[in-house]
C-alpha cells in the first residue's frame, strides 16, 4: 500500500490526522496520544519532484531542498500538517520558508529541541516546548491529552524501542539480509506505532537465532540509509551491518525504559536518554566514545561514513570520529552524497574495493 493510499485508510477506519514529519527528533509519543499518524519525510530521496528545491540555496543539504520541492509541488498534499523539528538551521530556514511558497495551506508545528547536555534549564524549556506542542495538536485534533492517554503511549513507544533493540542486537544471528532487516525498521517512520510494534513480533518470529552472518561486519554511521540498495551492495560485496549509527534508525531507539509515574517527566526521560547524535548538540566525547563502544560490541573491523553534503551538524563530527577510528587503527570509507536514488558506480567499486580490503586483513 502507498502511504497516501495508507493515510487516506487511516482517516476512514480511524478518523486518524497525518503530519508530515521532517527530520529527525521529535515527541512522537504526543502525536500517538492524540490519535495523530506520522508520516516521516527524509528527503524524499531521488531528485527533486518540483521547482520549489530552486527556492533553496544550492548550499544547502538535499534532505531540505527535496522536501521544498516535494511541498511545494503538492506531494504531501494529503496529510493535514507538517512538523519542522529543530534539528538544523537549514530546517528551521525550511519551516520558514515552506509555509509562504509551499503554498498547501497546512498546519505548520515546529519543536525546538534544546541543544546540548541534560541540565535544568534546559529540562524547563524541554517541558515548556513538549506542553507548547501537545495544547497545538489539542486545537488541530479536537481531543483532550490526558495523562492516562500520553501514558499510554509513551509505554507502547518504549516497548516498540525494546522490540526495534532486540532486533538490531540479534542482527548476527538473523538469517535475513541488511535491506529487509532495513526495510522492516523504516516502516515504523509511517506505520500506525501500533501496527509496527506487530510487524517487528511477527519478524522476530518468523527469524529466530540462526547461525550468524557470514561475511565482513561493518560499522555505517550516517544519517539515513539511502539509497536502500547501499545495504545489498554491501551485502553482495560480502559485507553485513553489524552496527550502525544511522540518525533515522538507532539514534532513535532509547533503551532505557521510563520510571518516572508523571508521563511529562517520563517523556523527559526518553529524550535525554536518547543516544548521542549531531543535531541534538551531543558532547563530542559522548558521541565519539558511543560509536566506539558500538564498534567494540560488534566486532566491526570497517567503518563506513555516510554523509549527506552540506549537511553541518553531521560534518562537525565527522574529524572527530575519523580521528577516533585512526587511532584504533579501524579503516574508515567515507562517502557522501546528495540523496541520490542509487549509488553511481564508481561509489559502487569503491564499496567492493573497501570490502575486499577488509576482507584480506590490509589497512586502509
Ligand atoms: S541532512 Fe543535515 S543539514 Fe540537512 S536537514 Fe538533515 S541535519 Fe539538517
Same mark, same amino acid.
Given at each position: 500500500?502507498?502511504?497516501?493510499?495508507?493515510?487516506?485508510?487511516?482517516?476512514?477506519?480511524?478518523?486518524?490526522?497525518?503530519?508530515?514529519?521532517?527530520?529527525?527528533?521529535?515527541?512522537?509519543?504526543?502525536?500517538?496520544?492524540?490519535?495523530?499518524?506520522?508520516?516521516?519525510?527524509?528527503?524524499?530521496?531521488?531528485?527533486?519532484?518540483?521547482?520549489?528545491?530552486?527556492?533553496?540555496?544550492?548550499?544547502?543539504?538535499?534532505?531540505?531542498?527535496?522536501?521544498?520541492?516535494?511541498?511545494?509541488?503538492?506531494?504531501?498534499?494529503?496529510?493535514?500538517?507538517?512538523?519542522?523539528?529543530?534539528?538544523?538551521?537549514?530546517?528551521?530556514? #525550511?519551516?520558514?520558508?515552506?509555509?509562504?511558497?509551499?503554498?498547501?495551506?497546512?498546519?505548520?508545528?515546529?519543536?525546538?529541541?534544546?541543544?546540548?547536555?541534560?541540565?535544568?534549564?534546559?529540562?524547563?524549556? /524541554?517541558?515548556?516546548?513538549?506542553?507548547?506542542?501537545?495544547?497545538?495538536?489539542?486545537?488541530?485534533?479536537?481531543?483532550?491529552?490526558?495523562?492516562?492517554?500520553?501514558?499510554?503511549?509513551?509505554?507502547?513507544?518504549?516497548?516498540?524501542?525494546?522490540?526495534?533493540?532486540? #532486533?538490531?542486537?540479534?542482527?548476527?544471528?538473523?538469517?535475513?539480509?541488511?535491506?529487509?532487516?532495513?526495510?522492516?525498521?523504516?516502516?515504523?517512520?509511517?506505520?500506525?506505532?501500533?501496527?509496527?510494534?506487530?510487524?517487528?513480533?511477527?519478524?522476530?518470529?518468523?527469524?529466530?537465532?540462526?547461525?550468524?552472518?557470514?561475511?565482513?561486519?561493518?560499522?555505517?554511521?550516517?544519517?539515513?540509509?539511502?539509497?536502500?540498495?547501499?545495504?545489498?551492495? /554491501?551485502?553482495?560485496?560480502?559485507?553485513?551491518?553489524?552496527?550502525?549509527?544511522?540518525?533515522?534508525?538507532?539514534?532513535?531507539?532509547?533503551?532505557?525504559?521510563?520510571?518516572?509515574?508523571?508521563?511529562?517527566?517520563?517523556?523527559?526521560?526518553?529524550?535525554?536518554?536518547?543516544?548521542?547524535?549531531?543535531?541534538?548538540?551531543?558532547?563530542?566525547?559522548?558521541?565519539?566514545?558511543?560509536? /566506539?563502544?558500538?564498534?567494540?560490541?560488534?566486532?566491526?573491523?570497517?567503518?563506513?561514513?555516510?554523509?549527506?553534503?552540506?549537511?553541518?551538524?553531521?560534518?562537525?563530527?565527522?574529524?572527530?570520529?575519523?580521528?577516533?577510528?585512526?587511532?584504533?587503527?579501524?579503516?574508515?570509507?567515507?562517502?557522501?552524497?546528495?540523496?541520490?536514488?542509487?549509488?553511481?558506480?564508481?561509489?559502487?567499486?569503491?564499496?567492493?574495493?573497501?570490502?575486499?580490503?577488509?576482507?584480506?586483513?590490509?589497512?586502509?
Amino acid at each position: 500500500m502507498s502511504r497516501n493510499a495508507y493515510i487516506a485508510q487511516q482517516r476512514e477506519a480511524h478518523g486518524r490526522k497525518a503530519v508530515a514529519v521532517l527530520p529527525i527528533h521529535y515527541p512522537k509519543e504526543l502525536l500517538t496520544a492524540l490519535g495523530v499518524l506520522a508520516v516521516e519525510m527524509w528527503g524524499p530521496p531521488g531528485a527533486p519532484r518540483g521547482d520549489g528545491a530552486g527556492r533553496i540555496q544550492a548550499y544547502v543539504c538535499s534532505v531540505v531542498r527535496n522536501a521544498m520541492a516535494f511541498l511545494g509541488s503538492g506531494g504531501a498534499d494529503a496529510v493535514d500538517g507538517v512538523l519542522f523539528p529543530h534539528t538544523c538551521d537549514s530546517i528551521q530556514g #525550511l519551516a520558514t520558508l515552506a509555509p509562504d511558497f509551499g503554498g498547501w495551506g497546512k498546519e505548520a508545528f515546529t519543536f525546538l529541541h534544546p541543544k546540548g547536555p541534560e541540565r535544568p534549564s534546559a529540562r524547563l524549556y /524541554l517541558d515548556g516546548e513538549l506542553r507548547s506542542l501537545a495544547r497545538r495538536l489539542e486545537v488541530f485534533t479536537g481531543r483532550t491529552l490526558d495523562d492516562a492517554r500520553l501514558a499510554g503511549a509513551i509505554r507502547l513507544h518504549a516497548e516498540i524501542d525494546a522490540a526495534r533493540a532486540g #532486533l538490531l542486537d540479534a542482527r548476527q544471528g538473523l538469517a535475513v539480509g541488511d535491506p529487509e532487516l532495513y526495510a522492516l525498521l523504516r516502516r515504523g517512520e509511517w506505520l500506525w506505532p501500533e501496527e509496527h510494534l506487530a510487524e517487528l513480533r511477527e519478524f522476530r518470529r518468523r527469524f529466530p537465532d540462526g547461525s550468524g552472518r557470514a561475511g565482513v561486519p561493518v560499522l555505517v554511521s550516517g544519517y539515513v540509509p539511502e539509497p536502500p540498495s547501499l545495504l545489498r551492495i /554491501l551485502n553482495d560485496a560480502g559485507a553485513w551491518v553489524a552496527a550502525d549509527d544511522f540518525a533515522a534508525v538507532v539514534r532513535r531507539v532509547v533503551r532505557r525504559v521510563p520510571t518516572a509515574a508523571d508521563p511529562w517527566n517520563a517523556l523527559q526521560e526518553r529524550y535525554w536518554a536518547a543516544p548521542p547524535c549531531s543535531t541534538r548538540s551531543a558532547d563530542p566525547d559522548a558521541r565519539v566514545n558511543h560509536v /566506539l563502544g558500538l564498534l567494540d560490541r560488534s566486532g566491526a573491523r570497517g567503518a563506513i561514513l555516510q554523509v549527506v553534503k552540506f549537511c553541518e551538524p553531521e560534518l562537525f563530527d565527522v574529524p572527530l570520529l575519523r580521528r577516533a577510528f585512526a587511532a584504533r587503527g579501524v579503516p574508515v570509507l567515507y562517502l557522501e552524497g546528495e540523496l541520490e536514488a542509487e549509488l553511481s558506480g564508481q561509489t559502487v567499486t569503491r564499496i567492493e574495493a573497501f570490502v575486499e580490503m577488509l576482507a584480506a586483513g590490509r589497512a586502509a
